[in-house]
Every structure is written in C-alpha cells, then in structure tokens.
C-alpha cells in the first residue's frame, strides 16, 4: 500500500515536471532553446544511480552551453523509480510532449520495456547509459526496442563471461558458487555467468542461490558456501547487499575469492564494507575519473558533486544528442535519423556507432580491485 | 538438499536465534499499541529504520569511529554500545511519541474511526522514510566496526561469535524487563486495564492519554533496541530497511497472536528459525514462501496466533 502511494505521487509530479517545462521551453523556442530528458530512478530506493547519471547529463549540457553560446539547453528529470510500474504512467506525457528531442534512458531495463511502447509511437530517440538487458537490443524478442533504442553501455552476455574470467583468474581449479538477487538484471546476469564458466579451465560450478535483494541476513547462502567449499564467490547484485554480504561471508572465516558485476560496481561498495571488501573483484565501466582526474575535478567543480556510476556513458549519451541539435536535427525524426547513423568519439576514446539493433559495437569491462578501501581499476577484462 | 542443514545446523540455529530476537523486539511494537489501541502501528517499521541511524551517528559522529579505525575494546567497548543502545532507544522512543501525537492522538480526540488512523499512520510512515532518504542521499549507510566478531568458541562445529553471543543475551535482558514492566509497576498494570476495557479503565481514573503515550514509548524502546542489534550484526542500514524488518516482525506478531507480549516472543523467535532453515533447505527464494504458508496454517488451525490474542488474560 505503501509503495502504491508514493508511486502515484511520483506519476504526478513527473506529470507536471514533464508539460510545465515543455510549455516553457515552446514559449522560448525562438532563443534556440531545446530539450531532451533524462529518465531514470531519482527518488525511492534506486535513486542514487538516476541522480549520478542525470548529474553527468546536466554536465553535458552545461559544457555545451559554454561552448556554442546561443543555445540553451533544458534537460528534463523524468523519475522512474527505476520501475516498470511506474515508467509506464510517466512515459506516456514524455511520448506526447513533442518538445523533447531525445532521452537518455531510460537507466533500467525493465523502466525500458514498460516505455518503450509511448516512445515508439511519438518517434523519440532512446540512448540509454545502463539498461543492459540482452533483450532489448534483440529483433526476435518482444522486448525489443528498434528502431527508438540504443546504448551506449555493453550488454549482459558480454559481461557474464568478462566476470566469470576475472572472478576465477589466478584461482586454479576454482569451484565457483553463483548466486543472483532475483532481480531483473541479476538472474539473466547469473546464466550469463554460469555460461561463462563452462568455458574458463579448471572452473567448476558448485552450488547458487537466489536471495531476495531486501535481504540482510545472508547467514544459509554463506552456510550454503562453507559445505559447497566454494574457492570463489559471484555475486550479480547490487552494491549495497553485496557490502552486506561480504562482511557476514568474511565473519564466517571464509577466504573465497568475492566477485560481483557492475551493479557492485560502485565506490560506495568498498566504503560500506569496510576491510572485508579487500581484493574483491568487480567488473564494471569505468567513471570520469577513470578517465581522467582533470575531468572529473572540472566535474565537481561545476556539478559540486563527484561523479558515480554510468556517468561516462550518461555523459556520452547526452553529447550525442547535443551534437544532432548543434548539427540541426531539431525535429524528433531527423534527430532518430541522426542517432541511427551516428559515428563518433566516447570519452573513453571508443569509436560510438550503432548498429541495426542499437548496440555499440564495443562492450569493454573493465576489471577492478579492490585495495584499501577503493575499487582501482586493473584494465579491461580480456 | 538437506546436507546444508545438517552440515551447518549449529550454524544457522544460532543465527536464527539472534535474528528472531531481533524481531521479538520489533514485533512488541507492534503488539503492544495493538493491544491496547486495537490498531496495527503501520509506522513502527520506520521507527525502527529511525532507531538503527541512533547507533549510526553514535559510533560515527560522537565516538568517531569510521570503517578503517579498530574496533573498541574493555571499558570503551561497553561505553560505545551501551550509549548506542540507548541513542537507538530514545530516537526509536520519540519517534514513536512523535507517531502517536501527530498520527493518533487528534484524530482519537475528534472520535474518528479507525480507517482514518490507519491512513493517517501510513502517512507519517511514507514522511518518516521519505525525510531519511534526503538526509542520507538515498544511499545506503555503513556502520564503523565498533565490536570485533571475535570467534569465542566452536560449538558442534558452529562458531560462536561474540556479536550474535551479545545479541542473544542483551535482547532477552530488555525483552524480559519490558515484560517486568507490563506485569508489575503501576503504569503497566493501568496499560493491561485500558487493554481489556477502555471505559471502565477511564472511570477508574487512569488517564487514557498517558497511558497510550507510554504503551507507544515502550514498543518504540523495545524498537529501538532492535534497531541497535541490527546495526551491531549487519553494520549496514538504509532508509528503506524498515519494509522487509517491519513487515516479518509483524508477521512474528501475528504468528505468536497479536496483542500478546509472550506470543512476540515465541512468533519472533519461530520467525528467525524458520527463515534460515527454509532458506538453506529450499533456497533463499523460498524462504518468504515458506514463512507465509506456515502462517497461513498457523492461523487456519489457531486463528488468533499461537498464542491467541487474548491479552487480558495472558498479560494478567
């Protein structure tokens, strides 16, 4: 009940959110003002990831402004929750609202799918910087999401084999235990995983479980490991329960290795969990400042904030369609056209350029390591 | 499929114990305003989610402690705990207090009925969670390592950890004082009468606002002291904890029949051991799955609980 409540708050205000400043930026078109939107969780339990990528979309826009004076750049919030529930009431405005050109989003796959029908219909390019679902870049699947779809972030079929090498490197004959959190994006990533292990030598699967992500007392998945005597541990979570879990496996005496994909990918992991995240193992993309440190001190400086996850990929997604408005495209079909044949340069320095479904045709995950209490980066996972 | 239970049985018995007591506490919440309101408190999860920041802000902003410094020990160590079980006490406390002037006592005044308090105790629920989610960012908060999990000793295999050791006997302490204190002091036996008869409790001259102000203050203590167990085993809390705890502990309460202060007791800890055993035997995926239909055969055959909900006679 109390869940409901605070969704049908949140449809209202992402409502008027939506119409108010799409009637402000059609009163003030003749200043070249344009708008795209951002759509992802930034209110309810997800909220940390929609705010740090929206943050990175803002900055987009703000470095854009100062550089081609003349335009003015309104990023419209619209708050999922990260939920297909409500995506599905706050889609429909955003579809209807012709004044915004493009959406970086949405951030979650399922938030996606719940969408994707309005914005289909209204013609509206998607760029989404972390819905990673196979899906939805899949023709054959009802989920897919051409022609409106694309991401700049690589799919869970290359990550579940990219985790599963870097969890079990430098473990001979690893015996592996696999467990998800039921979530949408965690239980595809487990098969993905468990796919991936069949090809690394010597790697046995020797037991899982799946554990509801409310969960804080992970006390019969860590009985589970200690009788499977498992040498490494994957988790395809999220941050925040893997800190949890971590410290009750580490209390328990155990010393498997502790890998996670890119939902533990988050700095906030280490900090959580304290000593009992050291040498866990994460694969993820890396942030702004794995970029470069100068971009991600001018990112604070201008955001007042440090960057998180999926800001480069939010950061990219967004100069993409800043880059069709400064070339012109300022109608929803020429600004579809434009992103469809695309090509150009990440910050990352990856060359971005969709294919026919939507995907890049790069999907690097980078392995990082835990030590004293940060995740550094050890390269891409080969 | 039974080689978890049987290979790590002393293992999850005694984290189930420390895990139900946990919910013993938060289910007297529950069962105490019902007992003598004959309302569910919809808001005691979120006090307790209130009471685990009390331990919070005690071991990091008034001891210092953060993740990388050593954990405390002798007199500190009693120190740091004993000032954060009572932080979490008296934040979970006054909230509640706060629960009942704001949420209950003007809406009982003006003799609405009780879909409206209902209402108006899922609104302050959604404020209380919604106010720390912005103070804390949406993000989750990591407790300092106050008490080292010291392995005391091997049990049958099990290791015996000083932190669930801890757990089990404080918890039982305040649960046993709480009971103390519904059975024999002046004010507890005046929240038995308001319980069995309202009206005749107030021509007897107990004053019925005090009397349910104290009813809240107790179960929001009992609350808060949950909040400083949890924080002390799992050293982790976020703004939307209180769903999940909340939500088993009244499970607890209704399991050990609503309104009875031995029955929270007895639900909670049938709760704790039931969740890890289904957990390891079935599958953590089952564990909700199990717990439910054991309620649902509980109430089929007990409808009031196990140990029905008659309070009058129970508490006297």
């Known amino acids: 009940m109390n869940k409901k409540i605070k969704q049908s708050l949140a449809i209202v205000t992402a409502a008027a959110l939506a119409f108010g400043l799409g009637s402000v930026s059609t009163a003030s078109a003749a200043t070249k003002t344009f708008s795209i939107a951002y759509q992802g969780p930034l209110s309810g339990g997800e909220a940390s990831t929609g705010i740090d990528e929206q943050n990175a979309v803002k900055y987009a826009a703000k470095l854009f402004m100062a550089a081609n004076k003349g335009y003015t750049i309104k990023v419209v919030s619209v708050d999922d929750q990260g939920d297909p529930a409500v995506a599905s009431t706050v889609a429909p405005g955003i579809g209807a609202n012709k004044n915004i050109l493009g959406v970086v989003g949405p951030a979650y796959s399922g938030a996606t799918i719940a969408s994707l029908p309005y914005y289909k219909a209204g013609g509206l390019a998607l760029i989404s910087p972390s819905a990673t679902r196979v899906s939805l870049t899949d023709p054959t699947s009802p989920d897919f999401g051409g022609p409106v779809f694309h991401r700049v972030v690589g799919k869970d079929d290359l990550q579940g084999p990219a985790l599963a090498k870097y969890a079990t490197a430098g473990v001979s004959n690893a015996k592996v235990f696999v467990f998800d959190d039921q979530s949408a994006y965690a239980v595809p990533l487990r098969g993905f995983v468990e796919a991936g292990l069949k090809k690394v030598a010597g790697a046995t699967l020797v037991g899982g479980d799946s554990v509801p992500n409310t969960t804080t007392d992970f006390s019969p998945t860590v009985a589970k490991i200690k009788t499977s005597g498992a040498t490494v541990v994957i988790y395809t979570g999220y941050y925040s329960q893997a800190a949890v879990f971590i410290k009750q496996l580490r209390d328990s005496g155990s010393t498997a290795v502790f890998a996670g994909g890119d939902g533990v990918f988050n700095q906030e992991f280490p900090k959580l969990a304290g000593a009992a995240a050291e040498g866990s193992k994460v694969t993820g993309v890396g942030g702004l400042a794995g970029i470069s440190a100068k971009l991600e001190a001018d990112f604070k400086k201008k955001m007042g904030v440090s960057s998180g996850v999926y800001s480069v990929e939010a950061f990219d997604a967004a100069n993409i369609f800043l880059s069709g408005i400064k070339a012109g495209k300022t109608t929803r079909a020429a600004m579809l056209k434009y992103v469809n044949a695309y090509s150009g340069k990440s910050i990352s320095g990856n060359t971005i350029k969709f294919n026919k479904n939507g995907d890049i045709s790069y999907g690097l995950f980078a392995g990082f390591t835990s030590k004293n209490g940060v995740l550094v980066n050890t390269g891409i996972v080969k | ?316």
Not at chain 2, 6 to 16: C, P, V, Y
Not at chain 2, 178 to 184: D, G, N, P
């Open chain 2, 1 to 316: 499929m039974f080689s978890v239970l049987i290979d790590q049985f002393w293992s999850l018995t005694i984290a189930g114990i420390a895990l139900g007591f946990i919910y013993v506490l938060i289910s007297l919440g529950y069962t105490m305003v019902y007992g003598v309101l004959r309302m569910i408190n919809f808001a005691n999860s979120e006090i307790f989610m209130w009471g685990t920041f009390g331990t919070v802000v005690t071991n990091r902003d008034i001891f210092h402690y953060t993740q990388t410094s050593e954990p405390a020990h002798g007199f500190k160590l009693a120190l740091v705990l004993i000032t954060s079980l009572l932080m979490s006490m008296l934040v979970a406390g006054l909230t509640a207090v706060f629960v009942e002037f704001v949420a209950y006592r003007r809406l009982r005044m003006k003799g609405t009925n009780r879909l409206a308090t209902l209402i108006s105790a899922i609104g302050i629920s959604i404020a209380l969670q919604e106010v720390m989610r912005l103070l804390t960012s949406s993000r989750p908060v990591g407790s300092p390592r106050v008490l080292e999990k010291i392995i005391l000793t091997e049990v049958w295999g099990a290791n015996i950890r000083l932190d669930t050791v801890i757990t089990i006997i404080a918890a039982a302490i305040i649960f046993f004082i709480l009971e103390r204190f519904i059975k024999l002091s002046r004010m507890g036996k005046a929240i038995r009468a308001v319980s069995q008869n309202e009206d005749a409790a107030k021509l007897m001259g107990v004053n019925l606002n005090r009397v349910i102000t104290t009813t809240f203050l107790v179960g929001g203590l009992a609350t808060g002291a949950a909040g400083f167990f949890y924080i002390t085993v799992f050293e982790y809390t976020k703004f939307n904890i209180g769903f999940t705890m909340g939500m088993a502990a009244f499970t607890a309460a209704v399991l050990g029949g609503i309104g009875n202060i031995r029955g929270a007791f007895f639900g909670g800890l049938t709760l704790g051991l039931l969740e890890v055993y289904a957990s390891a035997i079935l599958g953590t995926q089952w564990k909700a799955v199990t717990v439910f239909i054991v309620l649902v055969l509980v109430l089929l055959f007990k409808p009031n609980g196990l140990f029905g909900e008659a309070v009058q006679t129970t508490r006297a």
